[in-house]
Nanobody, 126 residues
Framework: QVQLVESGGGLVQAGGSLRLSCVASGFTFSRYTMAWFRQAPGKEREFVATISWTGEITFYADSVKGRFAISRVNNDNAVYLQMNSLKPEDTAVYSC???????????????????WGQGTQVTVSS
């Protein structure tokens, strides 16, 4: 049974940092590109970042480039999102996801992912 469980969200002031974690189970984790998405109230879910099988290739949305860093530790079945210089507009529920196809490296559409975690809330105060 495929499961993705996020943690690490919380309340932080603008300019602060948080690190999100996603622990996967039920599949061969190292064979899949993984991603982070986010969804703010009243808005559609948007792409944040992807990372390839062993972390050689990463891809970021323009809105977070230079501030966020995605990483993974395959032995732990875990993918992380380090978020620095947080802004109020980063406030959202952050979810991790698995690609439908293992070789997708820079998939930005949510339709290209087949499993999702429940999400963790990130709130950035001004």
């Amino acid at each position: 049974q495929v499961q993705l469980v996020e943690s690490g969200g919380g309340l932080v002031q603008a300019g602060g940092s948080l690190r999100l974690s996603c622990v996967a189970s039920g599949f061969t984790f190292s064979r899949y590109t993984m991603a982070w998405f986010r969804q703010a109230p009243g808005k559609e879910r948007e792409f944040v970042a992807t990372i390839s099988w062993t972390g050689e290739i990463t891809f970021y949305a323009d809105s977070v480039k230079g501030r966020f860093a995605i990483s993974r530790v395959n032995n732990d079945n875990a993918v992380y999102l380090q978020m620095n210089s947080l802004k109020p507009e980063d406030t959202a529920v952050y979810s991790c996801a698995r690609t439908r196809t293992p070789t997708l490296w820079r998939a930005k559409s949510s339709n290209e992912y087949d499993y999702w975690g429940q999400g963790t809330q990130v709130t950035v105060s001004s």
